[in-house]
């Protein structure tokens, strides 16, 4: 089978896009030549209105002159309470109130300072950047101050609990569900996960995992899940945790493994389960 070569080409990559995402941030934060430092009074003062100097908005301490997306920014946009600050906690939070629109993003999990990472790269791509606000991330030298090498650490955590949930996902790819008032419910295994019409394109992204076998249904248990869901289980082979060339596998793929539970009333190697009402 070719299964365990595959997962290691992903998680290779995975472990790839995770350095270099880090070398990234390095980069983006490292002190450079070119830009300006701002006080919060000054950057102010470029929101776009009439007689301002400019249209800009900071994220994480950084400055991008927005003036190409001014009808997203300018007085009286959707997203003008976004100019002339920085309001990185707002990009995560939806918040656009005075009170929402604030760079404190010191309570954040790791998944939200990931959004932030998201945000940061699309305003790289799309937006010039032309300096840095002095107060929480950057100090009057320019330089990083504590507060954003906090927010470096846990992306960093981010996109490693993105690789290891990628390293789940392709042990134990989730089923593909549905359910019917007269019929009742149905859980099955194909060879990638079909994606139901009201998950959106993020969730297509994250729940379609291709693979070269089917497997069957089962529970599967989680640390801190009040409820187990289901996932596709390997049939054949080593367990995912013991190489091909091993002779003393049981030749079960990954059915042993404790936290996995069956449907009961199930056939244990069917693909399909269904429960009727």
Not at 55 to 73: E, K
């Amino acid at each position: 089978m070719l299964l365990l070569p595959g997962r290691g080409l992903l998680l290779g990559l995975a472990a790839v896009a995770v350095a270099v995402m880090a070398a990234r941030l390095m980069s983006w934060w490292s002190l450079s030549a070119g830009f300006r430092l701002f006080v919060p009074g000054e950057l102010a003062r470029y929101r776009g209105g009439p007689g301002d100097p400019g249209l800009y908005l900071a994220l994480l301490g950084r400055i991008y002159d927005v003036s190409s997306g001014r009808r997203h920014y300018e007085p009286g946009a959707h997203y003008s309470g976004f100019a002339g600050r920085d309001a990185s906690r707002a990009f995560v939070t939806g918040d656009y109130s005075e009170a929402g629109l604030v760079d404190d993003v010191s309570d954040l999990s790791f998944s939200e300072m990931l959004t932030l990472q998201n945000w940061l790269s699309f305003y790289e791509k799309n937006y010039e950047f032309v300096g840095r606000v002095i107060g929480r991330f950057y100090g009057e030298d320019g330089l990083p101050m504590p507060e954003l090498t906090q927010v470096e650490a846990m992306i960093t955590k981010g996109l490693e609990e993105n690789k290891q949930e990628l390293k789940e996902k392709q042990k134990f790819p989730p089923c593909n569900a549905e359910w019917s008032s007269t019929r009742g419910s149905r859980f099955w295994c194909s060879q990638k996960r079909l994606v139901s019409p009201w998950e959106t394109e993020l969730s297509t992204l994250s729940g379609g995992v291709s693979r070269d076998w089917i497997g069957v249904p089962r529970k599967l248990y989680k640390a801190g899940a009040k409820e187990p869901h289901c996932v596709c289980v390997r049939t054949t082979g080593p367990p995912s945790d013991q190489t091909l060339d091993n002779p003393t596998h049981s030749n079960r793929g990954d059915l042993d493994h404790p936290n996995l539970g069956d449907y009961t009333g199930c056939p244990p190697l069917a693909s399909t389960c269904s429960f009727p009402l």
